[in-house]
């Protein structure tokens, strides 16, 4: 017997790509928020840039939370931020700050709901 609990549900999952800022001390949000973002319960970055990036939790508006800070991905490196309910909540940068954009590919997982 299946419930319903008044919840639309969809299943997010992809790949997708995002080039950092050219303002090098610039986050760059993962995707869009809202109705055209990328809605996911978990984000998992392959850094296969060449170059460190530097990876944080935000806002969906793209504002660091209270007291958060960032880490760091090495170049082939991976990490996987769960606790979100949209790509947009994961903003990115180079770590070394510079103007060349690179672009990070990442894998969004997870049933989101109200999509």
């Given at each position: 017997m299946q419930r319903s609990i008044g919840l639309e549900l969809a299943a997010s999952s992809g790949i997708y790509s995002k080039a950092?800022?050219?303002?090098?001390t610039d986050w760059v949000q993962l995707a869009a928020s809202?109705?055209?973002g990328i809605r996911c319960n978990q984000v998992e970055i392959f850094?296969?840039?060449g170059t460190t990036l530097?990876?944080?939790y935000c806002?969906?508006?793209g504002t660091a939370k209270t007291g958060q800070s960032f880490l760091t991905v090495a170049t082939?490196?991976?990490v996987r931020l769960r606790g979100i309910f949209e790509a947009a909540q994961v903003a990115v940068?180079?770590?070394d700050?510079?103007?060349t954009p690179v672009t990070v590919k990442f894998k969004t997982e997870g049933v989101a709901a109200g999509v």
């Open positions: 950092t800022s050219t303002t090098g809202g109705s055209t850094n296969d840039t530097a990876v944080r806002n969906s508006d082939g490196g991976t940068k180079r770590s700050d510079s103007n």
